[in-house]
């Protein structure tokens, strides 16, 4: 049982670049997330999935994508990078119906 | 839209002395709410929650508070060790909406030895 896991652990992107940060569960959580935290801010919801096919916003979730086509698989994408979005990402999943969300190691990205 | 504040951002403590962090929620609808400790360069980690038909939960040095009411809920750590040093957050979520988590923006404990 791996948990949630994340790739890649460090990214660096020039501005205008697109990726995409990969997230997976094994835990058939039906509810996963994507946060992203910055020194001082928090962990501020950029989207999230409450099952397969299904995605929302969250708090900041300009320049940022997902899908869900899988209970296991939720990626984000970056469209088209930005400074701005130099950051730790981390990714989630929650059980239910206890609610206790779990995180990835996490994905620290540079934008140059 | 919903809000958690939590305070300070700072907070040094000696060792074997007691530590409290305080949150406030905006969103009436939240029912749950989760602490997190993160050390340095690793992920958050889930350590106490409380729900919010329960008005205080203990787990050895670790007790969370829930006044509904007031909108506040409390995170105690009594008797601190270095190892307690670490950044904390709280959170609020509710269980019949959106489900998402809302965090507060940490709070940075050291304990000195």
């Known amino acids: 049982n791996a948990g949630v896991t994340q790739t890649p652990k460090f990214q660096v992107l020039k501005t205008g670049q697109s990726m995409t940060l990969q997230c997976a569960q094994d835990?058939?959580?039906?509810?996963m997330s994507w946060y992203r935290q910055d020194p001082g801010m928090g962990l501020r919801l950029i989207h999230y999935s409450v099952g397969a096919g299904i995605t929302d916003q969250g708090e900041v979730p300009n320049g940022y994508n997902v899908s869900r086509s899988t209970t296991e698989d939720f990626p984000l994408r970056l469209l088209s990078a930005a400074p701005s979005q130099t950051s730790v990402y981390f990714c989630?999943?929650?059980?239910?119906?206890?609610?206790?969300?779990?995180f990835g190691p996490g994905t620290r990205l540079t934008v140059t | 839209g919903e809000n958690v504040e939590q305070h300070p951002s700072t907070l040094s403590v000696q060792e074997g002395d007691s530590a409290v962090i305080k949150c406030t929620y905006s969103?009436?609808?939240?029912?749950?709410f989760p602490w997190y400790k993160q050390e340095l360069g690793k992920r958050p980690q889930l350590i106490i929650d409380i729900r919010s038909n329960v008005g205080e939960k203990k787990d050895q040095r670790i007790a969370v508070t829930l006044n509904k009411t007031a909108k506040h809920f409390s995170l105690h750590i009594t008797e601190t060790q270095p190892e307690d040093s670490a950044v904390y957050f709280c959170?609020?979520?509710?269980?019949?909406?959106?489900?998402?988590?809302?965090f507060g923006t940490g709070t940075r404990l050291k304990v000195l030895a």
């Open positions: 835990m058939n959580h039906e509810y």
């Open positions: 969103d009436s609808a939240s029912n749950y």
């Open positions: 959170a609020a979520s509710d269980t019949s909406g959106t489900y998402k988590y809302i």
């Open positions: 989630a999943s929650r059980e239910a119906p206890s609610m206790k969300q779990y």
